[in-house]
């Protein structure tokens, strides 16, 4: 049995989604001490200025030895509405933005609760869309270095891109401006791609 450890993830790459569905057996890790500058906060987009970082700013009530299921967003920001600004401002041109709009967006206006749940509720309502049956359970104790398993907890990562995947290109929004970029947000493939984004994460290759 393929088994795979993962981390919580704001709106994910498109990466996290291959891995994902390559497993038999998905472990969300939940013990872990938050680090900083990951994708557990963050997703990238595209907009009319070029890629994007939308992070969710966070409270550590332990600070850095806080407890993923610790951490909260931030109540005192407006974070929540300036993304999805954000995501409206780039996405509103896309083929199947209308169609996944009126999923999306009432999770920007109650995001109540821990980071951890705030982006279980966004990665299952993905799921929901391109239609990807659960297979996700969650870590019952932090464990460094499994014995069994894949651990791509911290391989997953927005500042060391995954050279070892082969990603097709597809017409993102601005494609007239900036060249194809691979791996964004999953955002920005179900809206560029709707119902056909499965089958393009079933096309990615490895070297």
């Known amino acids: 049995m393929l088994k795979v450890f993962l981390s919580t993830t704001y709106f994910p790459p498109i990466s996290y989604f291959f891995h994902y569905l390559l497993a038999e057996e998905v472990l969300i890790e939940q ?4 680090p900083k500058q990951t994708y557990r906060n963050r997703c990238r987009i595209m907009t009319a200025g070029g890629v994007q970082t939308l992070s969710v ?3 550590k009530p332990s600070g850095n030895h806080s407890s ?3 951490v909260y967003p931030s109540q005192t920001q407006p974070w929540a509405s300036l993304h999805w600004k954000t995501i409206v401002s ?3 041109n896309s083929p199947f933005f209308q169609y996944y709009q009126d999923d999306l967006k009432p999770f920007f206006h109650d ?3 821990s980071l951890l749940d705030l982006n279980m509720r966004f990665f299952n309502i993905v799921l929901n869309l391109m239609k990807i049956k659960p297979i996700h359970t969650f870590t019952d104790r932090f464990v460094r270095n499994p014995l069994e398993g894949t651990d791509l907890r911290n391989s997953i990562h927005p500042k060391h891109p995954d050279n070892t995947l082969i990603f097709p290109s597809y017409v993102q929004v601005f494609s007239d401006r900036f060249p194809f970029t691979p791996d964004l947000s999953i955002l920005d493939l179900i809206f560029n791609l ?3 984004s499965l089958e393009y994460i079933k096309q990615i ?3």
Do not use: L, M
């Open 31 to 34: 013990h872990e001490t938050y």
């Open 57 to 59: 700013p966070i409270i």
């Open 68 to 70: 993923i299921r610790e």
């Open 90 to 92: 780039a996405y509103r």
């Open 111 to 113: 995001h109540t609760g």
């Open 194 to 196: 709707g119902p056909d």
């Open 205 to 207: 290759n490895t070297k």
